[in-house]
Each structure stands twice: as structure tokens, then as C-alpha cells.
């Protein structure tokens, strides 16, 4: 597709179980964004990436989240140990390098039991 | 820290009528000001964008002016249609020269809801 893509676009988990939410920007774009959106709250930022390499992780609550993008497109986030309190829709979004507009995916939400 | 405070809703407007939605930010340095829309279902979209003071951004029949003396940076429609119905966010970008523009803080979000 044209837009941006994230999977699982539900996922319910236990406390305490590992979680990789995947993001699959739009095609040309080298940036790419994780933001968390908890309910009745606008989007946190996570994480940035340039290509390959994180450029900003400022983001990150604690060290049990962790986001790659090895090839410099497919990005996944990565949380360990999870909480209740992660529970939120994970957002992604991709734009092209400079001031290009930010283009968001429909999110993944996550539920921890 | 950066932040942007949003007016509170929900606002339930009848088909027509004029909408304001205020949102202030922060006044350290020159970002750049956004409002994103998400309709029901889907992701969160750029409605309209404003870069430098003065600057008006418009899309859709909505309209934000960037006032840099109030740090405001209101939308504004002057007749609301049931399709608008959605959830409108604030957004501030980081400080011009910052490289990491798509690094945006958002206010909490205001739902819109219009009835015919």
C-alpha cells in the first residue's frame, strides 16, 4: 500500500511477556518515528530514526523498550518485561528527510492483562 | 520543557455552526505550529501547517494563525459539517534549525462531534 503500515494492529498480552511491534514506512522515506498515545492524550515521541541508526531516543520510558531498523526501512519496536501501564496505541510515521510532512500509520494498540 | 495545552472537550456542535479550538504552546524559540485531524478509524493526518509568525495555514475550510505575542494558534471554521466530526490535536515542531522536525509535541486533543 501507499500509506504507512503497522502490525499487529491489536495485540493483548500478559504482564510480564515480550512485545515486538513492527512498522513499515512508505517507500523513499528515510525517516521514521515511534510515538505512544495512551488514552485521552495526545502522542508522546519515542524514538527517531535516519536510515539505519537511531538519531534520537529521548523518547524511551526505560530500557525495556527498544526499537531497531536494521535495513533503514522495516522499523520494530521491541518491549520486554511488559507492564499494564504500557498499555497504549504505539504509532509510527515515515517522512522523507527535512521540513517533508510527517505521514502517520493507523497505530497498534496495545493491551496488557 | 516543550508543551502545548489544547482547550478541553468534548465540543458538540450543530451542523453550520462556527467551531474554535484554542491551543497554546510554549514560547521557547520559533517552532513550527500543526494541527493533525484523526477521523473515526483512522490514522492521525496534517490538517494544516503554519512555519513562522503571522503565517496563516488553511485546509478544508479550517484556518490557524500563527501569533507568535499570545503563542497561540487557534482553528477555526466557520461552518461545521457532520463530517468533521473527528479528533483534532495540536502540535508544536521543534525550534527552527532544530534538525528533527518531525519530533512533534501534541496537546491533549479536543473530540468534535457536529450533529445535522
Known amino acids: 500500500g501507499a500509506g504507512v503500515s503497522q502490525t499487529p494492529s491489536n495485540k493483548v498480552t500478559e504482564k510480564g511477556k515480550y512485545v515486538e511491534l513492527r512498522c513499515d514506512p512508505i517507500s523513499g522515506h528515510t525517516a521514521l518515528y515511534w510515538y505512544r498515545q495512551s488514552l485521552g492524550q495526545g502522542p508522546e515521541f519515542l524514538i527517531y530514526f535516519q536510515g539505519t541508526g537511531a538519531a534520537d531516543d529521548s523518547g524511551l520510558p526505560n530500557d525495556r523498550f527498544f526499537a531497531v531498523r536494521p535495513e533503514g526501512s522495516v522499523s520494530t519496536l521491541k518491549i520486554q518485561r511488559t507492564e499494564r501501564g504500557d498499555s497504549a496505541v504505539y504509532l509510527c510515521?515515515?517522512?522523507?528527510?527535512?521540513?517533508?510532512?510527517?505521514?502517520f500509520g493507523e497505530g497498534s494498540r496495545l493491551t496488557v492483562l | 520543557g516543550d508543551s502545548v495545552t489544547q482547550m478541553e472537550g468534548p465540543v458538540t456542535l450543530s451542523e453550520e455552526a462556527f467551531l474554535t479550538i484554542n491551543c497554546t504552546y510554549t514560547a521557547t524559540g520559533y517552532p513550527s505550529l500543526f494541527w493533525y485531524v484523526q477521523y473515526p478509524g483512522e490514522g492521525l493526518q496534517l490538517l494544516l501547517k503554519a512555519t513562522k509568525a503571522d503565517d496563516k495555514g488553511s485546509n478544508k475550510g479550517f484556518e490557524a494563525t500563527y501569533r507568535k505575542e499570545t503563542t497561540s494558534f487557534h482553528l477555526e471554521k466557520g461552518s461545521v459539517q457532520v463530517s468533521d466530526s473527528a479528533v483534532y490535536f495540536c502540535a508544536r515542531g521543534p525550534n527552527a534549525g532544530g534538525t528533527s522536525y518531525g519530533k512533534l509535541t501534541f496537546g491533549q486533543g479536543t473530540i468534535l462531534t457536529v450533529h445535522p
Open positions: 510515521a515515515s517522512k522523507v528527510g527535512g521540513t517533508g510532512e510527517l505521514f
